[in-house]
């Protein structure tokens, strides 16, 4: 297999220059399956309409889609329909490709080469999101569909139109809706998380779902705000250093496995953590588990209470017992133009740190209420990067990650019946963090229900 992984780098190199310029046209390569088969694409897919499938096995999209998947490859087989897959499983979760595949009765060839997100053939269609789907004719090597046409609903009368076939008219299969929280990949955290919670006190989702509902305020003494200037070098350090990840560690109701679900969090206080009031939610799939935090060096803290949660405002404060924490001050007078810094996780690539300018200060709603205020900014994000915290240059906190918001300058066009939506139009899309602002708010509001 390492033969043929290193193999694959070389025919890629050597057949890209086979793929033309036509934008219309699929990119050729050449690959070994995982049972060690050499694939020619598409040449080795004459007179077959078939479908680049990128995809995981811990995508939660990607699973949802496989049950309407396999019976229409199972209904349209015979008539010229083939898949092929492009796993996305690096390293650690590619040991069950050939388990999960069989059991999901996915009988096409597989190609992965452990590499995750920095797979080739990823780089050579541009993944950066997934599933994604290129349909393609054999013959011809042109493209016929991608994206959205090749999901849920659309999947069948896609294929059934580039087969030449008459719509069959048959309702797709799913595996029920999409779950909240996808299958997470095995993770070294997982491990070291299970050593944590043999010694360190950690709350129970049950006391977190009521505390949530019922905080429990203490007094939070923050930093005096920085003003001398530093170095994106410094700022990075900092941010390294500062950088904390809060979640679950819990047991999974579907598969009965403990899972680890972090994303971003700062501490304000040295023994107070900041982040996104989302994060701490008890995932969907969670059946029993515990709100862990760990910092860049892997040292766990106790968590013993939440001392404010604002799901308006998607903050929350939660004490850790014993200090120990490295805070960064929190400062509220930000403008537009200011520089942003963030470190954080995105989609699990870790230690990501990024710069950008504050851009833009708005409200939910329109109103000076300082729980819908919000800020956009020019760092770099993704899931993962929830909580995580947004720097000034002096290195101040000035707000944390909250979501992503993407607009488009054309409303949705229906293509096909019942399809999902699509838009040709500009795409823009906005960062949003809760500015430190609101932030201080809540600080304030919750030393004010400590004193009283």
């Known amino acids: 297999m390492k033969h043929a992984l290193s193999l694959l780098s070389v025919l890629l190199v050597s057949h ?14 050449e690959a070994f399956n995982t049972n060690g088969a050499k694939v020619s694409f598409p040449q080795d897919y004459k007179g077959k309409i078939v479908m680049l499938d990128f995809w995981a096995t811990w995508c939660g999209p990607c699973v949802a889609e496989v049950p309407n998947l396999t019976k229409v490859h199972a209904d349209l087989k015979a008539k010229g329909f083939e898949v092929l897959g492009i796993s996305l499983d690096d390293e650690r979760t590619k040991e069950r490709l050939a388990q999960f595949t069989k059991d999901k009765g996915m009988t096409w060839p597989q190609i992965c080469d452990g590499k995750g997100w920095e797979a080739e053939l990823a780089k050579v269609y541009e993944v950066r999101s997934i599933p994604a789907c290129f349909l393609v004719d054999g013959n011809t090597g042109k493209l016929i569909a991608k994206g959205t046409e090749l999901r849920g609903a659309s999947l069948r009368p896609t294929v059934e139109k580039a087969l030449g ?26 491990a070291q998380a299970e050593v944590a919670a043999k010694r360190i006190e950690f709350m129970s989702n049950s006391t977190v779902t009521a505390q949530l509902k019922q905080p429990r305020p203490g007094l939070i003494k923050t930093l005096t705000p920085a003003t001398q200037s530093l170095s994106s070098r410094e700022v990075a350090r900092l941010a390294r250093d500062g950088h904390l990840r809060i979640g679950w560690y819990f047991r999974c109701t579907r598969c009965d496995k403990m899972h680890v679900n972090v994303a971003g969090a700062y501490a304000v206080a040295v023994d107070v953590v900041a982040t996104a009031n989302h994060v701490i939610e008890p995932p969907a799939n969670l059946k029993e588990g515990k709100l862990i935090v760990v910092n860049e060096q892997g040292e766990f803290f106790s968590t013993t209470a939440v001392l404010a949660a604002d799901a308006s405002m998607d903050a929350a404060l939660i004490r850790v017992s014993g200090g120990g924490l490295k805070p960064l001050p929190v400062r509220a007078d930000v403008a537009l133009g200011d520089r942003a810094y963030c470190f954080s996780d995105p989609l699990r690539h870790r230690g990501y740190f990024s710069d950008g300018i504050v851009n833009r200060f708005y409200s939910n709603n329109d109103s000076k209420d300082p729980v819908q205020q919000r800020v956009n900014v020019s760092t770099d994000w993704a899931q993962g990067s929830s909580g995580s915290a947004v720097l000034d240059d002096c290195g101040n906190i000035i707000g944390h990650v909250a979501r992503i918001q993407t607009f488009n300058s054309n409303p949705p066009i229906k293509t096909v019946a019942a399809a999902p939506p699509t838009s040709s139009g500009t795409t823009l899309v906005l960062h949003e963090a809760i500015p430190a602002s609101a932030l201080m708010h809540l600080i304030q509001e919750t030393n004010k229900a400590a004193r009283n």
């Open 165 to 190: 076939l008459p719509p069959g008219g048959i309702a797709p299969l799913t595996s029920g809706a999409t779950p909240a929280t996808p299958p997470l990949p095995p993770d070294p955290l997982i």
């Open 16 to 29: 890209l220059s086979l793929a033309t310029d036509d934008a219309t046209s699929a990119k050729s390569f």
